[in-house]
């Protein structure tokens, strides 16, 4: 809607010079008239040469003139122009700075890379890295901060999204950090094209407490379930919610008989 309007002050413009234009040749004629130019150049004009040199210089005249306006008027929309490439280089600037702050807010970290270099990492990506600075980062290889066992499945994602924009599902790998230690993380990738090159967001969520946790329920399941010894659990309403073999042995009840039944089974 924009470029339509300003295509239709153009031809309102050019229309406007044509008619400035045309106004002042016909006000050069009528004041020629009556200053008797005309009687002037009857007499200059009975000689072939100096006619010549006459209609010469009238016709560098009317195009003296029409360049004059025509470059006025561009020399305005230059500065118009300028103004509003300005303005909108301004706003794109405000936007991006608005989208950096939002993103150097998210508690995950986010990463971009294309060709497998990273491009952009946000403030929560270089804790994650443990690094103090963009430099240590941009421009490396993704490949550097991934876990060699990952190497091959992270290689085949890479290209799957660069070469066919195809889609993975999150992945669970381990990212070596710049001090050498490791971390355990959750990944999201998604391609995005930018001016028709491939690029890859990503985004990196620290799953170390997860992990912990879950090995420790593992451990605390694995005892219960080896355990020689009654163990079971009871809702608030003393309903029986787990029931190990431990119990089974010492009540005579089995899992399926136990759960869901009121405590103080005989």
């Given at each position: 809607m924009r470029e339509e309007n300003k295509k239709n002050n153009k031809e309102t413009a050019d229309l406007k010079d044509l008619i400035i234009i045309f106004s002042i040749i016909i006000a050069i004629l009528v004041a020629s008239s009556m200053f008797d130019l005309f009687g002037m150049i009857r007499i200059l004009a009975i000689e072939q040469e100096a006619f010549r040199i006459i209609e010469t210089l009238f016709v560098i005249a009317v195009f003296s003139l029409a360049y004059a306006v025509f470059s006025r008027r561009r020399s305005k929309e230059s500065k118009f122009d300028i103004k509003d490439l300005e303005a909108a280089i301004e706003e794109l600037q405000d936007n991006v700075n608005r989208l950096k702050i939002t993103v150097d807010l998210s508690p995950d970290a986010i990463v971009v890379h294309r060709e497998g270099k990273i491009i952009f990492i946000n403030k929560a990506g270089l804790n994650l890295l443990r690094a103090e600075s963009e430099e240590q980062v941009i421009g490396k290889l993704v490949k550097d901060f991934t876990h060699y066992s990952y190497w091959e499945a992270v290689s085949q994602r890479l290209e799957g999204m660069s070469k066919y924009m195809k889609q993975f599902p999150p992945i669970d790998l381990t990212?070596?950090?710049?001090?050498?230690?490791?971390?355990?993380?959750?990944?999201?990738?998604?391609?995005?094209?930018y001016h028709?090159?491939?690029?890859?967001?990503?985004?990196?969520?620290?799953?170390?407490?997860?992990?912990?946790?879950?090995?420790?329920?593992?451990?605390?399941?694995?005892?219960?379930?080896?355990?020689?010894?009654?163990?079971?659990?009871?809702?608030?309403?003393?309903?029986?919610?787990?029931?190990?073999?431990?119990?089974?042995?010492?009540?005579?009840?089995?899992?399926?008989?136990?759960?869901?039944?009121?405590?103080?089974?005989?």
């Open positions: 990212v070596k950090r710049l001090d050498s230690t490791y971390l355990e993380v959750s990944v999201s990738s998604t391609p995005v094209l028709s090159i491939p690029h890859i967001i990503t985004i990196i969520r620290d799953i170390s407490e997860r992990k912990r946790n879950e090995e420790i329920k593992s451990r605390l399941a694995s005892i219960v379930l080896t355990s020689n010894d009654a163990i079971y659990a009871v809702n608030l309403d003393g309903i029986i919610t787990s029931w190990n073999p431990g119990a089974e042995k010492l009540y005579g009840y089995t899992e399926r008989e136990a759960i869901g039944s009121k405590k103080g089974l005989k």
